[in-house]
């Protein structure tokens, strides 16, 4: 893939989620990887490439659920909501807040992916949408070698796929060494 470009979005730094669309807008960037983390390990690794919606909406939504934010300025509704979840599991079985000011967002620009006569797929943006997805399952995959476990905000069946693999190429690496 060409032309991939790596951004990191302090929330510590923001004053309020809604500048995430105003940053995803002045990048240009309209699919996208992206990446929750504390400096310590992945929160949720997920994409978006639907090219219809908000700049950034997706990071946004999520990110506006965390603790951390002014009263004024959290996201109340059910789109995002799940990042509410996922911070009181994460102080359930680590005893540590999940705040935004201990968070980033990795932004992977996947939005010049598209590659004209190198894929059976001719519309750019499902090549891109698939680019997407091959690299969010990657980067789980990779989360996943590195702790032993899917990042905490990673629950769908896809991602537990992923999980399930390296389990699995564990137990067979045991029977041959």
Known sequence: MTNQL????????????????????DWAIEAY???????????????SADFMSQWGERIYRQAGHLPGWPMNYRLTGSSGSDMALIAQEYREKTGRLLDRNQVAIDVIDMTQSYQPGTHIISDRREQVRRACLELERLLITESVTRMGRLPIGNRDSGSQFCERAYHNEQRIAQFFE
């Open 33 to 47: 990887v992206y990446q929750f983390r504390t400096a310590a390990e992945i929160i949720k690794t997920g994409m």
């Open 6 to 25: 790596r951004h990191t979005i302090d929330l510590g730094l923001l004053s309020s989620a809604s500048e995430i669309p105003h940053l995803m807008a």
